[in-house]
């Protein structure tokens, strides 16, 4: 109730802060300057205006009314978050929902010369475009980019973070920063450019071999990086670097600047054309940009990021070995506990991550655990609160999805555990999803296929049976950087980045039955050659993740010997690398929970 009347306050302060302004609506998008996933709290703006705090969203306000657009995942915790407020919830991709320009113009449709507000820092330019095309067909309605609303009415906004940068070592980064801007100048040539604008955090700190503390659970921090064939400016703030990095980053001609100072630089850049990425680069610095041409391309950073070199695979190596064992650890104790009594979803989640924080080189964890128990496994990226944490009961589904930053990798792993008796129904969901995650990651493929066009091997079974899930099948993974790593995906919806050796990616299929269960299995996998033949290469999947993966609840009649094989094949591996490091009842454990079927 409380939060209820915050977020109606908040609404009237923005409505008359939009009144003075003569702006008809604002859009509040999910994103920072840097277009990141999840961003710094200074610019947590739609969660602030609307009560929400899903990492995928967009608010829009009008003078009498709000609503706000979210995808699958968060479906069922947006209609909880938003309930009593004015907002209400549009469903993305599901037939019958109208798109924000289309809503706008049924909403203001009765004004002549509407105006709507957005934040043009915190919105990529192609979606600024994008939109005001829409609009303009919408009654001609247009858009003001230059005015944000929350530096008035948000009277406690956080502080952009001010948190120490640090250099990465090159025994895990495995390339110097030189060698990186190098390729990087290589490949923005290739595009027909001569200069560059990194605005990702994830890239600049992978371009730079820095990280930081910046973003909550993502070693970056906030900065863009200019890169053309004579100079790279870093714009930063520059207290936040420690002197190893300051240091480095002289080392590798690294000129440095003031965070603020990035509009100026733009306004005055000399060369003849500069590459900015319109999907990425928001659209008050694309327009700052003097340059007299402009060319529009992705940015080759993400790409060249994603395919690890020898040193990084070799961390992602270690560091799923110490992930592993703390997993078993996990394991080991979790059930015994349960039976016991007093645990809780929060309670299970501090005690994976205090297992997690006992291994070498251990950061933090690579996102918010979800440790969802029953029903609240159906809410796919479920986090318990102190108000919705629930006793675990030795019976039925505990879905836990969590993952760790170690200095030398990331993890992110989701297995789902019975705890107890499981109803035929959850025993038959569950297996569809092993069948699944097994598919996948038995796939040999062309070099350079899409995940779209691999996709549906998570999924077969499953559809057979008239059953889906909404969310993308796998995301790469950053070397001790974001958990959530492009441009490759797998997913139904058409993502073209190709696949090739050295990626990582999850393979993560789920199903989730609303008020009843999740049901969800994740690997993080890596990219490898598979063979060579007069139709070209191809690649395959290898297992980074060592974790066992309970069959108690499988029903194993419906695995074929192919599906049979590889678990065997996989626990073998899994009780061969991780029982070494486990004492001997940790190891008579995992022995049982790894025995051949």
């Excluded at 709000?66 to 919830?89: M, N």
Aim: hydrophobic share 40%.
């Amino acid at each position: 109730m409380i939060m209820t009347q915050m977020i109606q306050d908040r609404l009237a302060a923005l409505r008359e802060v939009m009144r003075r302004e003569s702006i008809d609506a604002f859009i509040f998008p999910s994103t920072d300057p840097h277009n990141g996933e999840y961003v710094p709290a200074h610019w947590e703006g739609r969660k602030w205006i609307s009560g929400f705090d899903g990492s995928a969203g967009t608010a829009v306000v009008t003078m009498d009314k709000a609503a706000l657009w979210t995808d699958s995942r968060y479906f069922i915790a947006a209609e909880e978050q938003l309930q009593g407020t004015e907002f209400k919830l549009m469903k993305e991709r599901v037939e019958g929902t109208p798109t924000i320009s289309q809503w706008l113009g049924m909403s203001l449709a009765h004004i002549n010369g509407a105006v709507v507000g957005l934040d043009g820092y915190v919105n990529a330019a192609n979606e600024v475009r994008g939109l005001a095309e829409e609009l303009r067909r919408q009654g001609g309605i247009t858009i003001r980019t230059n005015f944000d609303p929350l530096d008035i009415i948000w009277k406690d906004r956080p502080e952009i973070p001010l948190n120490t940068v640090v250099q990465h070592p090159l025994e895990y980064s495995g390339e110097t920063a030189e060698s990186k801007l190098q390729r990087i100048r290589t490949a923005v040539k290739r595009s027909g450019a001569e200069a560059l604008l990194v605005t990702a955090l994830d890239d600049i700190a992978w371009t730079l071999n820095l990280r930081g503390s910046d973003v909550h659970c993502n070693p970056v921090a906030v900065a863009y990086l200019l890169i053309d064939v004579e100079k790279t400016i870093l714009y930063i703030n520059k207290v936040k670097l420690a002197p190893s990095a300051a240091d480095a980053l002289k080392t590798a001609g690294v000129v440095v600047e003031d965070y603020g100072n990035v509009v100026e630089g733009l306004r005055h850049f000399d060369g003849y054309n500069i590459l900015l990425d319109p999907n990425q680069v928001n659209y008050a610095l694309f327009s700052a940009v003097s340059a007299k041409k402009v060319v529009e391309a992705a940015s080759p950073v993400p790409y060249l990021k994603c395919v690890k070199n020898e040193a990084e695979i070799r961390g992602f190596h270690s560091a799923m070995l110490r992930d592993g064992v703390a997993m078993v650890k996990f394991l080991h104790w979790l059930k015994p506990a349960v039976e016991a009594g007093g645990q809780t979803e929060l309670t299970v989640e501090k005690k994976l991550t205090s297992l997690r924080a006992e291994q070498p080189l251990f950061k933090g964890v690579s996102f918010d655990t979800i440790a969802a128990y029953q029903e609240h496994g159906a809410i796919v990226h479920y986090e318990a609160t102190p108000e919705t944490d629930v006793e675990l009961k030795p019976r039925g589904f505990l879905l836990l999805d969590s993952g760790a930053q170690y200095l030398d990798g990331t993890t992110d792993i989701t297995r789902t555990i019975p705890l107890g008796p499981v109803t035929e129904e959850q025993k038959k969901v569950y297996t569809l999803v092993l069948k699944g995650h097994i598919q996948l990651e038995l796939c040999k493929f062309p070099n350079h296929a899409s995940g779209t066009q691999l996709d549906v091997l998570a999924r077969q079974a499953m559809w057979k049976e008239g059953l889906n899930y909404m969310h993308g099948t796998g995301h790469g993974v950053g070397s001790y950087l974001n958990v959530h790593e492009g441009p490759h995906q797998i997913r139904m919806e058409w993502k073209p980045a190709p696949l090739q050796a050295g990626m990582t990616v999850t393979d993560e299929p789920g199903l989730y039955l609303a008020g009843k269960f999740g049901v969800r299995i994740e690997n993080t996998l890596i990219v490898k050659d598979f063979i060579e033949t007069k139709f070209g290469k191809f690649l395959q999947f290898e297992s980074l993740t060592l974790c066992p993966i309970d069959l108690d609840c499988a029903d194993l009649d419906m695995l074929t010997a192919e599906e049979k094989q590889w678990l065997n094949d996989y626990h073998k591996m899994v009780f061969e690398k991780l029982s070494p490091l486990l004492n001997d009842e940790e190891k008579e454990w995992l022995k049982t929970n790894t025995a051949r079927i």
